[in-house]
């Protein structure tokens, strides 16, 4: 008997970490050109040269209900489950496991709303595994996820407004404008959902903007973790993450997000999460 942690695949965990703490990962479903697929299936590298090389736009969707099923009965009712998943007010995934959990009644299933993405979700996840094998109970750390999921910050930077206008986020013209101005918006999650922080002239300007927010967080003493995230420009997260490594001593997580929130930020897309 025990916790165990199941989670959807916008965590964007690090492999080694999701096999580490045993952690479930339960994967959306895209469709792009007429193929549907739940991610994870397809390479990133595939589905980004397939997504660049496209007028179609993709679209996503949350888990069947029968996913969310499986994944709880993998173990049985004898044990305790945590299932944190992207924000509710960005998926329907958070619904889709609270309908399983509906169908399970004889399981101890407590579904939460991370309010985040990408590794905004994961760095809760991961909190969760660590605390579960070190023995504390749910009711001991349900608390500490809350204290995460109100401390994240999430700052990442779109390389190409051309995916925000096609996601119906921007309109054309804005968009246009702002690529030939070559103007960087820097997005994060605010109360759920993904808005606007900042607009930037120039990539290397954005970089700096979030590098400065971090350190001037570091240098307060309250920063516990930190992740680089990219969507398909693994060089440039490289790069950020030697910058980060100049001020920031803990270890420094590396993630690529994948098809769904990728398809919304496009390739080339560089982010800073921490708490």
């Not at 050109?33 to 949350?62: A, C, H, V, W």
């Not at 809760?124 to 595994?129: M, N, S």
């Amino acid at each position: 008997m025990g916790i165990r942690i199941i989670t959807d695949s916008t965590s964007y965990l690090p492999p080694d970490k999701i096999e580490e703490f045993g952690i479930q990962v339960v994967p959306l479903e895209i469709t792009l050109g007429g193929i549907s697929f739940r991610e994870g299936d397809m390479s990133n590298q595939e589905y980004y040269s397939r997504l660049k090389s496209t007028n179609d736009f993709p679209t996503t969707s949350q888990p069947p209900v029968g996913d969310f099923v499986e994944a709880f009965k993998k173990y049985g009712p004898q044990e305790t489950y945590i299932c944190l998943v992207i924000s509710e007010l960005l998926s329907g995934t958070f619904h889709s496991a609270e309908t399983a959990a509906s169908l399970l009644p004889d399981y101890d299933i407590t579904v939460m709303d991370s309010r985040s993405t990408s590794m905004g979700l994961g760095f809760q996840v991961l909190k969760a595994a660590e605390m579960a094998r070190q023995g504390f109970n749910r009711d001991e750390i349900i608390p500490e996820l809350v204290k995460i999921r109100t401390a994240i910050k999430l700052n990442f930077i779109v390389d190409n407004l051309e995916y925000l206008v096609r996601g119906g986020r921007l309109g054309r013209a804005s968009g246009m404008l702002g690529n030939l101005l070559q103007v960087k918006p820097i997005l994060g999650v605010i109360d759920g959902r993904i808005e606007p922080l900042d607009k930037v002239r120039s990539k290397s300007r954005a970089v700096k903007h979030i590098v400065q927010a971090l350190q001037n967080q570091v240098e307060n003493g309250s920063v516990s973790a930190v992740a680089v995230i990219h969507a398909d420009h693994e060089s440039e997260a490289l790069e950020l993450k030697q910058q980060v490594e100049q001020f920031f001593m803990g270890p420094i997580l590396f993630s690529e997000v994948g098809p769904t929130l990728g398809s919304h930020v496009g390739p080339g897309a560089l982010g800073l999460i921490y708490y």
